[in-house]
């Protein structure tokens, strides 16, 4: 699929807002953002690896574990405010932040012809290839430029070619904050040095059939036809001598080899799957999001931070790091229905990272055995309590919700070697929870103090956020614990009792006064009706816990969502998503099809990218799981099939090479809202059922290599 885009993009003065309508390219390691404007080109550059702030800081609060029981018994009494003035004392923690992403500069080329003169300007973010084209013509001059990030030579490449003999000049920058230029006839070297030990690297050089000379700081180009730019940039995180490593490599490069590797590469990830509907709009966003994914999150990279790999901010907003009570689970939500599972290995390397973090916190802060992680992390798993914010900065579980998804990956690839390989990280989550849950008057563990992020009620007409059993508490740990538990078995470790006597006896959830699922363990007044977070329902997506199968709590979710959109909900571009999802679960597709334009018209850049606002990521990789989960559900043990379509516009279409849980590999076909053709590719049973098929399928089919219906 290729998307053009025939405006230029905005420059100058307003250079930041026209950041959201930039083209990203990327390798996972590294990024840029190609602004495509015809004269004065700018790419924003970023190294995953480039993160301020000192690491490994003890950040937490050594009083914590002193008056812990103290804020357990306030809460207790109902005494709220009470509790969150001394969780104000005792659990933020100093220094507040943690690490933060910043920008690690632009590539700027000015060409010397006269921009009234520039006709037929196009961009093309090209999907099939993963390349960034600019085109248009000077006079009769014929410009073409491709841009694209080569993970295979871990390069981002910027050709530029044209009929006639042009000129330009080359030029890096960090907004002036950097140590030093180096510069030879055709490299150019921006060294910034940062936290006191490390160095940041961008190396450029240029290989071109014109003329290349070097003034100032500048690389300078005349009478070229055809221009290669080869920029490769990293820290010293990666490797010491990584200065000498970029030039060696650099220096073996020869463009038409290049774009073979990349293509080679790309088309082994992306032509895995194709997702083909009359709705052109459900086509390109569920695209864009492998493409943000492929992009982003590659083997030896960092995971998908909240704004993928894309910033243009020193100090960025929320420092584009990874918020773990929604933002960096939902990036990863389509990894494995998209067939694109080694994407998602980043994800759990930083996982190990918070992992040994967070038994130091359980121990200093709880003194308890296992491993906490709280609702932010950066570059190196500091997962202490971020920020000084009552809503959100005391909540324990966002380990647990990472962890769950180990268990997850196991059921699509089957892979016993990888659960055991992680199995340490979901039992220690489970055993911090055994330590600290707690039983209610009625019998019922629960956490206490806990939260539902980053939402508030009213108590006595006072504003509070600090409670004990919240539904996402119940239903992330029931999660947890399954997961866990069947882990277990899998890998024949020993029986815990304590689980098996958790997991049968959670606080269970309850529909409150307006039919809505209760958010807290009593039925509140929220103090923002509309608020962007939805948490109590994590139980009916991501997770499968409220189904049909609950009638009850499948209505009350309804009910839920109903009154956030009544009261202005879903105004942020990751919380429309997760509605999006969640929609698809509730089989309603005429409630998708209106949200999904409503996302496209209020919460998308001109090309597409997610605005929270500003730009963030989790949004787009939240839609291209919502479309699938459109098409395909996998809920109560069954797999079925276009369970929603009849009320969108999506009336014909294909889907081939979704990954199914238990390793399966499925396409579907279908016209007039029917599924015409069904073929999975695998070996056990699975079980299938359809609405909206013309013809029969039998409730469970035994697959032994290819199995076709048609």
Sequence with gaps: MKKVFDFYAKTGKKDKEGFNDALPIGNGRMGGMIYGHPINEKIVLNADSLWLGKPGRKRYNKDFNKYYKEIQKLVDENKILEAEELIK???????????????????????????????????????????????????????RRTHFASYKDQVIISNIKSDDKINFNLSLDREKIFDEIEIANDMLTLIYKYNNKDTLYIVLKVVSNGNVKNIGD???????????????????????????????????????????RHLDDYHSLILRQELKTNDNDINYFYELSRYLMISSSRINSLPANLQGIWNQDIFPSWDSKYTININLEMNYWNVYRSNLIECSLPYFELLKKIHKNGKLLAKNMY?????????????????????????????????????????????????????????????????????????????????????????SYYLDDKICHISKGCAMDTEILTDLFNAYIEASKLLNKKKDKKAIEII?????????????????????????KGHRHISQLYGLYPSDQITEMKPELFKAARRTIELRLLNGGGHTGWSKAWILCMYARLNDGKAFAKNFKEFISNSTSSIGLDLHPPFQIDGNFGVGSAISELLVREVNGYVELLPSINNTT???????????????????KWNNYKLKKLEIIGNGNIKIISKNSSFNIPDIIYVNGKYILN
């Design 218 to 260: 500048n690389i300078i180009i005349n009478n070229s036809t055809d221009t290669t730019i080869y920029v490769s940039l990293d820290t010293t995180y990666n490797s010491k001598n990584i200065k000498k490593e970029m030039i060696d490599n650099i220096n073996n490069l020869e463009y038409s080899s290049a774009l073979y």
């Design 504 to 528: 049968n006896n959670l606080l269970p959830l309850k529909v409150g006064s307006n039919g809505q699922i209760v958010e807290w363990n009593k039925d509140y007044l929220e103090a923002e």
């Design 650 to 668: 999506l009336k014909d279409g294909y889907y081939n090479g979704i990954k199914l849980k238990g390793g399966f590999e499925l396409s579907i």
């Design 89 to 143: 004392l005792a659990c933020f923690s100093s220094p507040k932040g943690e690490c933060i992403y910043s920008t690690a500069g632009e590539l700027r080329i000015n060409f010397s012809f006269n921009g009234n003169d520039v006709t037929n300007y196009k961009r093309i973010l090209d999907l099939d290839d993963g390349l960034v084209n600019v085109q248009f013509n000077v006079l009769n001059n014929n410009i």
């Design 367 to 455: 003194n308890a055995r296992g491993f906490v992680a709280f609702h932010n992390s950066d570059m190196y798993g500091d997962c202490a309590p971020q920020d000084k914010y009552l809503p959100a900065t005391s909540w324990p579980l966002g380990g647990a919700w990472m962890a769950i998804k180990i268990y997850e990956h196991y059921l699509y690839t089957n892979n016993l070697d990888f659960l055991n390989e992680y199995y340490y990280i979901l039992k220690d989550s489970a055993i911090f929870f055994e330590e600290i849950l707690i039983k209610d008057s009625d019998g019922y563990f629960i956490l206490s103090p806990s939260l539902s992020p980053e939402n």
